[in-house]
């Protein structure tokens, strides 16, 4: 189900984002390796501490789905190749839902 | 409508309980997401851009009243007040949160309804013409022949677990609405000597490679319909390709096999079924089929209405909505009536659950409790009486819900596109509102008469683009959203392929090309009836092409 994305380089600022599995909403993982839904909290990982980040991500599978690699700026912002993806992905679609026209 | 019996009440029971269970082990972690895609999605559950989507089934696109309340309830307590009315006729959710989705299935299977088979690699839905039943055109009522192909292919053994997806459409009028030759069989009943039969399509298909359906059969006599469907299987099944997914649709084994030899392996299939191994439906059991969608009470009314015509003649807005939401009705003093769910600058194809309740409210009031999805997103009431029509109006258009647009330029299909899918390139939505704005004066839409717009966000074309008069596909390009326009598809008894126009756009310059498109058609029609497609088959694409590029250049 997951779009194809660009593979990073090591030193690319990047963090972890998946899916809370019980509600299916977006979470991205803090500096210290919990899970928040606010992107404003992501954790910014690089190199060997970005791939332990993603590894502890993968054994928790149970409370999270399908963990990736996010680009991000050094201070925390979505950057890259992916960047209108995931700001849809983080602050939802880009048309109001729900409403009478 | 049809009605569960007791067992089909108790396997959809059973299969909600199965998948609470599947749902209680994902959240304990005892089982993960790799173990687990498969089971959601034998049960309709997706995970999207966002969240968790669940696809719900709605038979050939029929509701009554107490579904469409149900499916109201569950978009209010369930998701965000709304759910999104697909091209399958069926409704899709998109908030809905994994562990409460063993409820929202039970509320469900309360009315009948269910998940299955609303993906993976099964025989999907079976589609109609959504006027079923009610149409003048057609030559008898294809909804017990999509029961009974519904009957045949749910928890078939054999076909669950196909090369790839499957989806059967069914017709019944001369003007084909279901879309029947982009199927992977398309049937449009026909009679002869008064008997009444099934030419067959197969191999029609969307997506990366959109392929028209091959006539594989002039006419195959009802009784026999279920042997020969299951040899057209069965020979997909065997040879069908697994090593791609990409290849693995009929279309591309047709295409590869080539018409004639597919044709003749399915029918060699079908002499070799023994006797033993026929389905030959009993005639006791048709009938017993056809039964549950014996028409309503219809009274004895006369064709024209003094009530309607008051209404038209103090109401301009009334006037023009009747003009274009309406379709004739086989019975005298009856319409079919189009609720439009393409409000100008709306989402297309969603419906709040207020206006489920509204559209609920007034098909058990007005409308012998009938209601229908279309495949063009829209919803329908199939027996209004010309009587009551002025007062169902109001109603809906106090719902927001009378946009006097059907099948004009505004009436997109759009599919849900980088707003929600995990698998786009590109938006749609907000494409599909920023043309809609170039055409929003009704006088000029009404000017430009019949034109289907058809929106995807990438190349599965779940907003059938191919088909579209106009069709508009998402592309990305390092990261910026461009589209490609294509022009001449369509998706009625005449399907064809739509040619892409020229290089992408970006999205703020295709409100402007689709303007320049248009008004070059108005230039060039040989008068006001002249319909788009039909100038655009008799002068070709090149007028289009130049007005288009030489603009932007
Ligand atoms: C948002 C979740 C959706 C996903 C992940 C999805 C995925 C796909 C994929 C992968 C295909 C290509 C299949 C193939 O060619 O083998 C496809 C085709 C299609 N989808 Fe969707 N789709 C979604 C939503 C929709 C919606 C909302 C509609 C209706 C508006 C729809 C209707 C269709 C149709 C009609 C086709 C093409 C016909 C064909 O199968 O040849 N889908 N979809
Ligand atoms: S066409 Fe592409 S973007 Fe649109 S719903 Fe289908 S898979 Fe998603």
Known sequence: MTSVRPKLKPETPKTITAWDTASGQVVWMRADGSWSDDPTELGVFTGAAAEDALAKAQTQEGEITDPYFMEVTADGQIAGRETLRESIRANGPTVPYGVII | ?553
């Open chain 2, 1 to 553: 409508m049809y009605r569960y019996d007791q067992f089909d009440a108790q396997i959809v029971k059973e299969r909600v309980d199965q998948f609470r269970g599947q749902v209680a082990r994902r959240l304990s972690g005892d089982i993960l997401e790799d173990e687990f895609k498969p089971l959601r999605l034998q049960n309709g559950v997706y995970l999207q851009l966002h969240a968790y989507m669940l696809r719900v089934a709605i038979p050939y696109g029929q509701l009554d009243s107490r579904k469409m309340r149900k499916l109201a309830l569950i978009a209010r307590d369930y998701d965000r007040g709304y759910g999104h009315m697909t091209t399958r006729q069926n409704i899709q959710y998109n908030w809905v949160a994994l562990k409460d989705i063993p409820d929202v299935l039970e509320h469900l299977a309360e009315v009948e309804m269910h998940a299955i088979q609303t993906s993976g690699n099964c025989i999907r839905n079976t589609t109609s013409d959504h006027f079923a039943g009610a149409t003048k055109d057609e030559i008898m009522d294809p909804r017990p022949w999509c029961e009974i192909i519904r009957q045949w292919s749910t928890f078939h053994p054999e076909f669950a677990f196909l090369p790839r997806k499957f989806k059967i459409a069914v017709t019944a009028a001369e003007h084909d609405r279901a879309a029947i030759r982009v199927h992977d069989i398309g049937l449009h009943m026909r009679e002869r000597d008064g008997e009444v039969g099934f030419e067959v399509h197969v191999g029609g298909g969307q997506g990366r490679t959109p392929h028209i359906a091959a006539k594989v059969a002039d006419f195959v006599p009802e009784a026999e319909l279920l042997d020969y469907l299951e040899a057209i299987m069965r020979v997909y099944n065997r040879f069908g390709r697994r090593d791609n997914k990409y290849k693995a649709r009929i279309k591309i084994l047709v295409s590869e096999t080539g018409e004639t030899e597919f044709t003749r392996l399915v029918e060699e299939e079908y002499a070799a079924q023994r006797e033993t191994e026929k389905i030959a439906l009993p005639q006791a059991e048709i009938d017993r089929i056809h039964a549950y969608f014996a028409p309503p009470a219809f009274a004895d009314k006369s064709a024209t209405s003094e009530a309607f015509e008051r209404a038209k003649a103090a109401d301009p807005k009334f006037a023009n909505w009747s003009e274009v939401n309406l379709h004739p009705h086989k019975v005298p003093g009856y319409t079919s009536v189009t609720i439009s769910l393409k409000p100008i600058a709306g989402l297309a194809g969603d419906a709040t659950d207020a206006q489920m309740m509204v559209m609920a409210h007034l098909a058990e009031t007005y409308g012998f409790d009938d209601i229908r999805v279309t495949h063009a997103q829209n919803v329908v009431l199939p027996h209004i009486a010309l009587d009551d029509l002025y007062t169902v109006y109001r109603e809906l258009d106090a719902a927001g819900l009378a946009t006097a647009n059907e099948s004009h330029i505004t009436d997109m299909i759009v599919c849900p596109g980088l707003d929600y899918c995990n698998l786009a390139n590109a938006r749609s939505i907000p494409v599909g509102q920023e043309i809609q704005k170039v055409f929003a004066d009704p006088a000029y839409e009404r000017d430009i008469g019949k034109l289907h717009i058809n929106i995807s966000g990438c190349i599965n074309a779940c907003g059938h683009h191919h088909v579209g008069h106009i069709g508009i596909l998402g592309v990305d390009r390092k990261g910026e959203e461009f589209y490609q326009i294509s022009l001449g598809g369509r998706a009625d008894e005449k399907a064809a392929i739509g040619d892409i126009m020229g290089k992408a756009l970006a999205s703020d310059e295709v409100p402007g090309a689709v303007k320049t498109i248009v008004d070059t058609y108005r230039d060039l029609r040989t008068n006001p009836d002249e319909k788009f497609i039909d100038t655009l088959e008799r002068v070709g694409h090149d007028p289009f092409k130049e007005a288009v590029y030489n603009a932007a250049d």
